[in-house]
């Protein structure tokens, strides 16, 4: 039995292969944890096929192509880390507007194409759409603050990607438009991102580091528009 004293279980108790049974009490956030052991290898999804314990959801096992904000059930409050990884058949997720989530959500989905984070994010946490190679939509929380580090790495980029892209303009995330909340993009947030343009909002703190972030040296000469809100002064520190 887990002491009632955690709040936050985390990559914990891994491949522990003789752990058949777990008594959790409520309101323990649960990220990662018990993978490769026999107790959550038998425990049972929801008719949507997320495995949730507690108010968290820890994986998605589920084949659909779309999750809707009304398939997560009410109580969930938190998508564990890692929940959707290189999961092969989800194309489309809106999540509900109150939930919070863990690092690499969604890292190496093969066919997300269309990915609208909760409303009420505040930070959108590492790696949270990271490889995905087939992204083309992003809707961003109307009041996020930070973008983690790496969060959107490789977006809508072929997974055999080494430098020579020459896909046509319509391939390519047509613009990625920053809500005016962000004042801090973490390194890598959208390096190797293959989108045509970024706005920037006024608030966005410019640094050579977080702006070096929109891109890299692969995919800043694909970027055809660039807008910043800011005043040319701060532009110029990186310009």
């Known amino acids: 039995m887990i002491p009632s004293t955690i709040s936050h279980l985390t990559s914990c108790f891994g491949n522990c292969r003789n752990l058949t049974e777990v ?11 018990f993978f490769g052991t026999p107790f959550l290898d038998n425990y049972p999804t929801d008719p949507n096929g997320l495995l949730i314990i507690n108010h968290s959801v820890v994986d998605y096992r589920g084949t659909a192509e779309e999750l809707r904000a009304e398939d997560f059930p009410a109580h969930v409050t938190y998508i564990g880390a890692g929940a ?7 194309r489309r997720v809106t999540l509900p507007d109150d939930v919070q989530m863990g690092r690499s959500t969604f890292y190496k989905c093969p066919h997300l194409r269309y990915l609208c984070l909760p409303r009420n994010l505040r930070s959108i946490p590492a790696y949270t759409a990271s490889e995905c190679p087939e992204l083309r939509e992003i809707i961003f929380p109307e009041r996020v603050e930070i973008i983690g580090k790496y969060a959107f790495y490789r977006a809508n980029r072929p997974e055999n990607f080494n430098g020579g892209d020459r896909r046509e303009p319509e391939d390519y995330i047509p613009l990625i438009v920053l809500p005016d909340s962000v004042t801090t993009v973490e390194n890598f947030a959208f390096a190797d991102c293959a989108v045509l343009g970024f706005v920037l909002p006024k608030n966005l703190a410019v640094t050579k580091s977080n702006f070096y972030s929109l891109s890299s040296y692969h995919t800043f000469t694909k970027i055809h528009k660039l807008f910043y809100a800011g005043s040319k002064a701060d532009f110029a520190k990186v310009s």
């Open 84 to 90: 959707f990884t290189k999961n092969e058949t989800i």
């Open 23 to 33: 008594v959790i009490p409520e309101g323990i956030t649960v990220d990662r944890a």
